[in-house]
T-cell receptor
């Protein structure tokens, strides 16, 4: 079983749609969780950290469910510029483990 | 200003010819990582340093070596690159331990093996 699993997609949505990604992790010792965004042939960039209480940053909402070991990302009012691959990441004390990423394609 | 800098951005090397990729950071983070990412795949951790302590992943080939002469610099040496080693190589840094301490990535080095 992979440590961090994501649906690879692609998710094809129209502009303005709401889309949600889920991610599951197997290592219950993971301490922190993040969503990174990666554009084609570029490095991953931090989108947001994921807190147990859930957190929101503009159109983006992240949630962590430790009991079920999953993390979610909700994107509201999708923009064309949101098209990218979204990587779910778990962090142990010093290691980072990436999911394979979920591709989002937002169309006009 | 870039905080994690990788050089070069693009590297072409011959099959079997040793190559070194470099990474430097201005964040003074104690952990540095090297990842390999192939097309449509997740970044795969090769190894990481916690300060000077080297941590090799079990499935990292012996062909890949690393050096960290000081806090700011870390090098990835590929002793005998094969065609299968063509990939994007990502360097990242973070603070050891702590909650919600994200990793910062360099722009990556795209390695082509000919």
């Amino acid at each position: 079983r992979k440590e961090v699993e994501q649906d690879p997609g692609p998710f094809n949505v129209p502009e303005g749609a709401t889309v949600a990604f889920n991610c599951t992790y197997s290592n219950s010792a993971s301490q922190s969780f993040f969503w990174y965004r990666q554009d084609c042939r570029k490095e991953p960039k931090l989108l947001m950290s994921v807190y147990s209480s859930g957190n929101e940053d503009g159109r983006f909402t992240a949630q962590l469910n430790r009991a079920s070991q999953y993390i979610s990302l909700l994107i509201r009012d999708s923009k064309l510029s949101d098209s990218a691959t979204y990587l779910c990441v778990s962090k142990g004390y010093s290691t980072l483990t990436f999911g394979k990423g979920t591709m989002l394609l937002v169309s006009p | 200003d870039a905080m994690v800098i990788q050089n070069p951005r693009y590297q072409v090397t011959q099959f079997g010819k040793p190559v070194t990729l470099s990474c430097s950071q201005t964040l003074n983070h104690n952990v540095m990582y090297w990842y390999q990412q192939k097309s449509s795949q997740a970044p795969k951790l090769l190894f990481h340093y916690y300060d000077k302590d080297f941590n090799n992943e079990a499935d990292t080939p012996d062909n890949f070596q690393s050096r960290r002469p000081n806090t700011s610099f870390c090098f990835l040496d590929i002793r005998s690159p094969g065609l299968g080693d063509a990939a994007m190589y990502l360097c990242a840094t973070s603070v050891h331990g702590g909650q919600n301490t994200e990793a910062f990535f360099g722009q990556g080095t795209r390695l082509t093996v000919v």
